[in-house]
């Protein structure tokens, strides 16, 4: 992507931090990214993968050891926190508690010394638009959690930043609430087609939510895409572990298809047909659902493990040494019993090489 | 009304809540030590004076109140004497550049103290309280020696050229208001240090991030969240600076009376107690009227902060 092009352009970004122990931790090693105009993008990884780092960079909270950071072509890496066109949505909300729910949302506007006849209005629409109204006269501590996140929500958007960041901003809401919550900020990004850039650690949020999703792991992007492509097509065992569950093989590639110890030859129509490149020894991933188990006298594998997951069942079973998952809508199956002996089989197209 | 030794009432008390009688010591403590010399305090200045001075006479009279407005020359005629009003004044005024001068000093020392890292604040704060360690009047002494003519300041300043002569600091109001100062300051920095302690500093971030720059997130974030503690320190430095003693008497070289001079010297020197008495009265109002009037800053505050308030401070 051309950097020029990109809402936010980041280019190497590096930033050491130093443990109480004397140690250093690489919290961003060499990160390039680049997020496109109005889309959402989402930073996933772990906690300590320094997709917070990153984000915390963005907003100026912390400064780069190198690396640039461009705002619409134009760099902000030097600039103070408070001249940068980007605004954040806290993980704590960091509401001023001695401001009302109004004073609050007002605050970010007065810093840009927006008339107080204007600032009236837009505190009003803010309100209104995170479904607010009538509370501004409020202290954030007489709110509920989820009504304390609209209100910094409000109050970050109201400044019309060119960037929303939002760091783990549904964390400390309950489930319920949190599926709300993400369907909400879907709809106010594309309302608003601000950028939005959101860093979680729940893979299922980033894959509900991001328009592309960029996979951290120990200060570093291991994987940029789409959820879809991300989720079937991992590029490292770290990512295909990571997103969701995930079967990671061990074998032989040749031109016939996958040896792979004590399962036997895989066809090679079973593999995603680009993934000629490799071969020899290599790591391929397997989602569940693609994995299935048809109960089989002379199978290679023993049932272990059987459970009911939401409408589907999971079947753990192992050929040997090898342990296998599988995933299948629980309707109209016979289901297996422990210690049954199955027979294993994948989908077609359902097999990636991943890095390990 | 049962009494409160009465079974129901045993029964009633919960965990952990003493009985009535523990806090007794308390009780006798503060009607022995605190009440009965305020009373005595308070019959005594509406006394007359005793023949040579020291005692009084039991007979009743307002006289001590109208000293402190006239003065009654040789032939019996009064005039209005305004000494005391000045003194009261003095003293106001003492108090509030004390108090000014420790808040300017405690907000940067508290917000430093706040942000080092918490296994270093004890000790830190620690370090705050180490002149309690030692008599206030061996501290204030001690200035004697750094501010006097041959004291280290003065022999540094001609050391490096800067002086010829040396200046002369003690027995000045300056050297009063220095001994005032440093002997308050711990007083407002441990309660500022205390909501300073308290502040989320990721409030600090989200002004930043609205676009606010360092002194507008230090004047509208910062001090409104550790205005409890600046409040609480006022109280705590302001009062005591009303009343104070030693500094003026041993750093101002009584030159800059302030009113516990004079309420001294009243019952030494000067060999009249009744009028000392009034004069302690009159300490002892000003000081409850300053109270007042701090508690309805905190409430208005309070009430505009919508959270902690004057209970919180006290």
Known sequence: MDASASALSVRDVTKTFHTPEGGLVHALDSVSLDIAEGSFMVLLGPSGCGKTTLLRCIAGLESPDSGQIALRGQRIDDMPVWRRRVNTVF??????????????????????????????????????????????????????????????LA??????????????????????????????????????????????????????MGDQVAVFNAGRIVQVGEPREVYLRPRSRFVADFIGEANVLTGVLDTFGLVVESLGLVPRDRLIAD?????????????????????????????????????????????????????????????????????????????????? | MKA??????????????????????????????VLLPLILIFIYSFLSRAKLGVGVKWQ??????????????????????????????????????????????????????????????????????????????????????????????????????????????????????????????PFMILPIYASAERFDFRLAEAAYDLGAAKWTVLRRVVLPSIRPGIIAG?????????????????????????????IAAQFGASRNWPFGAALSVLLLVITLLVLVVFAVVAKRASRAAGRGGWEALI
């Open chain 1, 91 to 152: 993980q704590s909300y960091a509401l001023f508690p001695h401001m009302t729910v109004a004073q609050n949302i007002a605050f970010g506007l007065q810093m840009d010394k927006v008339p107080g006849d204007i600032i009236k209005v837009k505190v009003e629409e803010s309100l209104d638009m995170v479904h607010l109204s009538g509370l501004g006269s409020r202290k954030p501590s007489q709110l509920s959690g989820g009504q304390q996140q609209r209100v910094a």
């Open chain 1, 155 to 208: 109050r970050a958007l109201a400044k019309e930043p060119e960037v929303l960041l939002l760091d783990e901003p549904l964390s400390a809401l309950d489930l319920k609430l949190r599926r709300g919550m993400q369907s909400e900020l879907k709809r106010l990004q594309r309302e608003t087609s601000i950028t939005f850039v959101l860093v979680t650690h729940d893979q299922d949020e980033a894959m509900a």
């Open chain 1, 275 to 356: 993934t000629d490149a490799a071969s020899g020894r290599v790591h391929v991933a397997v989602r569940p659902e693609n994995v299935s188990l048809q109960i089989d006298p002379v199978g290679t594998a023993k049932v272990t493990d059987v459970s009911y997951v939401g409408g589907d069942m999971r079947v753990e079973a192992l050929a040997s040494a090898v342990s296998i998952v599988s995933r299948v809508p629980s309707q109209g199956v016979q289901p297996p019993r422990i210690g049954d002996r199955v027979s294993i089989s994948f989908a077609e197209g359902s097999l990636t090489v991943v890095a390990d």
């Open chain 2, 4 to 33: 409160p030794w009465s079974a129901t009432a045993r029964q009633r008390r919960q965990a952990g809540q003493g009985s009535w009688w523990s806090g007794l010591p308390g009780v006798v403590y503060l009607i022995a030590l």
């Open chain 2, 60 to 185: 009743f009279t307002l006289t001590p109140y109208t000293e402190l407005l006239y003065s009654e020359s040789l032939s019996g005629g009064r005039s209005f004497d305004p000494t005391y009003l000045q003194i009261i004044a003095n003293s106001f005024w003492y108090a509030i550049i004390t108090s000014v001068v420790c808040l300017a000093l405690s907000i940067p020392i508290a917000m430093w103290l706040a942000t080092r890292p918490p296994e270093r604040r004890t000790a830190l704060v620690f370090a705050v309280t180490i002149p309690f360690w030692t008599s206030l009047l061996i501290r204030t002494y001690s200035f004697i020696i750094i501010l006097n003519d041959n004291g280290p300041i003065n022999g540094f300043l001609k050391g490096i050229g800067i002086i010829d002569e040396p200046i002369a600091m003690l027995y000045t109001p300056f050297a009063t208001v220095v001994g005032l100062v440093y002997t308050f300051l």
């Open chain 2, 234 to 262: 006022m109280v705590l430095v302001f009062i005591p600076a009303l009343g104070s003693y030693l500094a003026p008497e041993l750093l101002g070289g009584g030159k800059t009376s302030m009113i516990a001079n004079v």
